[in-house]
């Protein structure tokens, strides 16, 4: 883990230096410095590009944020030797949307469709962490009807599976595996096919809610669902054969983007990241939250911390969800969707026909919407990413004082530095694709 | 077959009767007055105390992750601030979460900023994670965290004017007239 | 020899140099890749291989803006990105079409808010408008596929220059998901 060196030198070419203070330092001495995070301003950077170059100088070359492989807007530059990354300067905000300034507008029953869009190759989870926070906040986390909560993880487990196909076919596209995307594809719509049936939307489902879920199973949902199960089990050892056991692919990422386990912990990196790393922490297993104790599945782990690890991580915890979605086949019961305490709940479509006080209550539900009794509280789930949190503070009326999404991917990109350092710009391409950041999360 | 209730794992119903035990409990352990928070454990050090608390509770408590930070203000807020006796509040409170492996227990501190003078030690000597989440909370809400190695906005551009999240920055909604639709189906 | 010249009759015909040019307009389409948001998600479901972009040939997205002729702006567009998006629509060579593709690229979206250009409209002169939320593939196909009748028949242009200098056509197709198949070929791909 690269220290902060309180005592302000640093090892250069001609020994050690006495490094300025930040503020008086030059473009010329600040390249100096070791370390893996660049820090200059963008000003700074772009002056450089006027300089004569000098033997000890390094370049600085910009990658995006409009780049076919950062996986959305995030833009890095990169200080280069030859080819060699040395340090990274991410830059992001190119997809901030004010998100949490907007969640302190909607009410409860309209946040989940702003967080949705937050994370969106998983929605689902993004809804199921807000629709907790205010669950507990509400203090009825405890009389969510099961079947609800075995949908919510039922949905999510799908979520998962799509996702991480999503990150199979985005891995398998930017080493040049070009038909691993077609694949990957392939199988996500089949899972979005069937969200779409479940949910009514293929993605920014706005389906969990605080109390439960939007709508109830649709008939023919576990033909659907067996369906999917049976078609992605053996394709998934098709891409063993495509990717895993392949020379070229192994080539590309084992010993890529090492991270050990104390830097991941230091940089606050959870989810397939650090387990690459061999520490076995998965939220599902050891916080567990919804009925997550009562189902059994691996946590996967890997051993070297390279994006070869991630990766497998990846394909194997697809297996491990379709396992979960069988055992959660078998063990849901019947019951209600959503809770019925009438101070969260919507009435039934059917009985706003008939009943005035139905109608009302209809109405202010959706117009006024629903008080949270004041406090704070902190959820957290595991999202395909890593964990996901919501930090929510309400003081007592309909709409959120403060949401605060904590983001994986937002975290992780500040460990993509010490990830990057020493490798090549192809590497570079490699090392983003296996931390798999999506930067509506990052940004919000 | 499936219990009639879920693991909730939040809001623990470490109840009210207990909640004073664990509360007292926390501020013998750890120094600093601490509050419950739908059954949350919630510390509230000063700013001078934050470091050296996170410090310990780093090295000798096993909270080896700094899963989140982030800050709150408190300008619009309309119920009563539930802090303990010897907390002042103030307008900005900076949140910090923590996490242990091995305990499997989260932790969180409240550290309250006032507007006049809004800096707080950074964190980044302790966990290097807090780098950018420090710097979001400063270009969100112009908190301004010393020793900080990069303090420079993350989200917006670098030039922008204004700490969007603080409550009396508007949201900036345009007002929308809606037009008459000519594909109406 | 005895042919001669009448044979030719089979194998030359005459078009006015406008629909040639519009024909081949209308089959050179290469996007540049613009995904921003979740918008970014559908439009590479929309090249896979369900829904296949490829049979009009525009499966390739390059990254490069000089290499492309439609940018799909796909996502909302922040205030930081605003100037990138203006540099790239910038970079790309005559003749070039922008398909804003989601309502937060088309007018700001659901996040009506400091932080997002309420409509990409106001940096690009956008063509066509595809609306959803994200608008599924079948609505992007639509949005490409009524962009490709209208250079055909050269209405995009018509309408470009009734919108004033610099504008875009601004068509604003309907949403195509989920729906039923048209009822016939005649009906299908008929724009705005």
Redesign the interface.
């Known amino acids: 883990m690269t220290s902060v060196s309180t005592d302000a030198t640093a090892r250069t070419y001609e020994g050690s230096q006495e490094l300025t203070p930040r503020k008086g330092a030059g473009a010329a001495e600040l390249m100096r410095e070791v370390g893996s995070v660049l820090r200059m301003s963008e000003a700074e950077v772009a002056a450089t590009a006027d300089d004569e170059p000098t033997e000890d100088q390094t370049m600085i070359l910009n990658m995006g944020p409009q780049h076919p492989s950062t996986h959305g807007v995030l833009r890095l530059m990169l200080e280069l030797e030859g080819e060699t990354v040395l340090r990274t300067k991410p830059v992001i905000g190119y997809l901030h949307t004010g998100m949490e300034k907007t969640g302190e507008t909607l009410t409860y029953l309209q946040g989940p469709t702003n967080v949705t869009r937050m994370d969106y190759a998983s929605p689902l989870f993004n809804e199921l962490v807000f629709s907790l926070a205010t669950e507990t906040l509400l203090g009825i986390d405890g009389d969510i009807p099961p079947r609800a909560q075995w949908i919510r993880m039922l949905l999510c487990e799908l979520n998962r599976m799509s996702s991480h196909l999503l990150f199979l076919a985005t891995n398998g596209l930017d080493l040049g595996a070009v038909s691993m995307m077609l694949f990957g594809w392939r199988e996500r719509e089949e899972t979005l096919r069937l969200l779409e049936m479940i949910t009514g939307l293929r993605m920014n489902h706005n389906f969990i809610r605080p109390g439960g879920v939007a709508a109830d199973l649709p008939d023919g949902w576990r033909d659907g669902v067996l369906r999917v199960l049976d078609l992605c089990a053996p394709r998934l050892d098709e891409y063993d054969e495509l990717l895993t056991g392949q020379p070229i692919y192994r080539a590309r990422l084992q010993g890529v983007g090492v991270i050990t386990a104390d830097e991941a912990i230091a940089l606050g990196a959870t989810g397939p990241i650090l387990r690459s790393t061999g520490l076995p922490w998965d939220l599902r297993k050891d916080m567990p939250y919804l009925f997550y104790d009562q189902v059994e599945f691996a946590a996967v782990v890997g051993s070297y911390g390279d994006a070869f690890d991630r990766y497998a991580i990846r394909l194997n915890e697809v297996r491990e969800s379709m396992a979960i979605v069988r055992q959660i086949l078998g063990a849901l019961p019947a019951g209600d969707y959503r809770i019925q305490d009438r101070k969260v709940t919507p009435p039934p479509r059917a009985r706003i026909d008939e009943s005035m006080e139905a109608l009302i209550h209809h109405f202010k539900i959706f117009t006024e919407g629903f008080k949270v009794p004041e406090g704070e509280v902190y959820c957290a789930v595991e999202s395909p990413r890593g964990e996901l949190g919501c930090y929510m503070v309400s003081d007592g009326s309909a709409v959120p004082y403060r949401m605060h999404i904590r983001g994986p991917s937002f975290v992780h990109v500040q460990a993509l530095p010490h990830m990057l350092r020493g490798g090549l710009i192809a590497d570079a391409v490699a090392v983003i694709s296996s931390v798999d950041p999506i930067m509506g999360e990052v940004d919000r | 077959?499936?219990?009639?209730?879920?693991?909730?794992?939040?809001?623990k119903?470490s109840v009210a009767d207990e909640t004073g035990a664990t509360t007292a409990q926390a501020e013998t352990r750890f120094g600093v007055p601490a509050t419950s928070?739908?059954g949350?454990l919630?510390l509230h050090p000063s700013r001078d105390q934050l470091v050296d608390l996170v410090r310990t509770l780093r090295d000798d408590e096993g909270y080896?992750?700094?899963?989140?930070l982030?800050a709150?203000?408190y300008l619009?807020?309309?119920?009563?601030r539930?802090l303990p006796p010897d907390v002042t509040p103030e307008r900005f409170e900076v949140?910090v979460?923590l996490l242990s492996?091995d305990t499997?227990e989260?932790l969180?501190l409240r550290v309250q900023v006032p507007a006049d003078d809004a800096t707080c030690p950074s964190l980044?000597?302790v966990?290097?994670?807090?780098?950018?989440?420090e710097r979001?909370v400063y270009d969100?809400y112009g908190i301004e965290f010393t020793d900080h190695?990069?303090l420079?906005?993350?989200?917006?551009?670098?030039d922008?004017d204004g700490f969007?999240?603080r409550k009396d920055?508007?949201?900036?909604?345009?007002p929308?007239q809606f037009k008459g639709v000519?594909?109406a189906? | 020899m005895k042919r001669g010249l009448e044979g030719l009759d089979h194998n030359v015909f005459t078009a006015k140099i406008e629909d040639l040019v519009n024909w081949s307009r209308r089959r050179s389409f290469w996007g540049v890749t613009f995904g921003l948001a979740c918008c970014a998600l559908e439009m590479m479901a929309a090249g896979a291989s369900h829904y296949d972009l490829g049979r009009f040939g525009m499966e390739v997205f390059r990254a490069s803006p000089r290499q492309s002729d439609l940018m799909i702006v796909a996502g909302r567009l922040s205030q930081k990105m605003a100037p990138v998006l203006r540099q790239v629509y910038d970079q790309m060579m005559e003749p070039k079409w922008v398909l804003s593709m989601g309502v937060c690229a088309s007018s700001g979206g659901m996040f009506n808010n400091y932080a997002l250009v309420q409509g990409v409209d106001q940096i690009v002169p956008v063509d066509v408008y595809a609306p959803g939320c994200p608008p599924g593939p079948e609505t992007l196909i639509h949005a490409i596929n009524t962009i490709h009748e209208q250079i055909q028949n050269g209405e995009l242009l018509r309408r470009r220059e009734a919108r004033g200098q610099g504008a875009g056509a601004g068509v604003v197709v309907e949403q195509r998901d989920g729906q039923p198949e048209p009822a016939t070929a005649a009906s299908a791909g008929g724009g705005r």
């Open positions: 077959m499936s219990d009639t209730q879920a693991t909730s794992g939040f809001g119903e928070s739908r949350q919630v080896r992750v700094c899963i989140d982030t709150v203000d619009a807020y309309e119920a009563p539930r949140v979460g492996h499997h989260r969180r980044f000597d966990h290097p994670g807090t780098e950018a989440l979001e969100m190695p990069d420079s906005r993350i989200l917006m551009p670098e922008w969007p999240l920055h508007p949201v900036g909604a345009i929308v000519q594909n189906r």
